[in-house]
């Protein structure tokens, strides 16, 4: 079965300073994808990146990049210059596949942000 | 575009009644799963339905079911409700069934049981 592990509960950060949130993952299928999602106090679960199993650039999207080390299973999100809106519920996420083309989502237990000014 | 919608956004009910959740895709979406949060198990899967059938089910009590309609819109439904079944209920959607694609979450539906 697939596993996702954060191991921060949570992590305070000052205002503009870059920040790194960990996820380690287990599985034995050789093709899989890893995503991040953002949950902020209203509740909504918003993506923030992808990553592929067979990509071979860690992936961007603006002031997220994921540091994606397949060796050591490891695809923890880095945001640059962070801002006050990024306080939030982070959540790390490996999409399982089943049979004809559905999947589910199997989640870590997040790590709550807080940027303080 | 718009984004998934979900109604209500809050429901407080009381032990042994039914409760039905609905969710509207993001156009074009034919694919809704459905996932359970809260505070002791996290997110968890419930279900997942494309074209109007159940593909995947989690390991969840027959007191949980959905569908979904010809429009892609789906609901879910618990019938003799429980305390434990406090929960935000996340619908996800996502594009043609694909198994690569990304799932796009609604804003959720609050279930308080008392």
């Known amino acids: 079965a697939q596993k996702i592990t954060q191991t921060q509960p949570g992590m305070f950060v000052q205002e503009k300073e870059a920040v790194t949130l960990d996820c380690t993952y287990d599985?034995?299928?050789?093709?899989?994808?890893l995503f991040w999602y953002k949950q902020p106090s209203s509740g909504e679960m918003i993506f923030l990146i992808y990553?592929?199993?067979?990509?071979?650039q860690n992936a961007t999207e603006g002031r997220y990049s994921l540091n994606f080390q397949k060796a050591r299973k490891s695809a923890n999100l880095v945001i640059s210059a962070s801002q006050l809106g990024d306080s939030a519920m982070y959540f790390c996420a490996m999409r399982e596949l089943i049979i004809q083309g559905a999947q589910k989502l199997v989640f870590g237990q997040g790590t709550r942000l807080t940027i303080n000014p | 575009k718009a984004g998934v919608t979900q109604t209500p956004r809050y429901l407080i009910k009381t032990r042994g009644q039914q409760v039905t959740l609905s969710c509207s895709p993001i156009s074009g979406h034919r694919s809704v799963s459905w996932y359970q949060q809260t505070p002791g198990q996290g997110l968890q899967f419930l279900f997942e339905?494309?074209?109007?059938?159940?593909?995947n089910k989690g390991n969840f009590p027959g007191r949980f079911s959905g569908r979904q309609f010809s429009n892609s819109r789906s609901e879910m439904n618990v019938s003799t409700l429980e305390l434990g079944d406090s929960a935000l209920y996340l619908c996800?959607?996502?594009?043609?069934?694909?198994?690569?694609?990304?799932?796009?979450f609604g804003p959720g539906t609050r279930l308080t049981v008392l």
């Open positions: 996800a959607s996502r594009k043609q069934g694909l198994s690569t694609d990304t799932q796009y």
């Open positions: 599985t034995s299928d050789p093709s899989y994808g």
């Open positions: 990553q592929g199993s067979y990509d071979q």
């Open positions: 339905y494309f074209s109007e059938t159940q593909r």
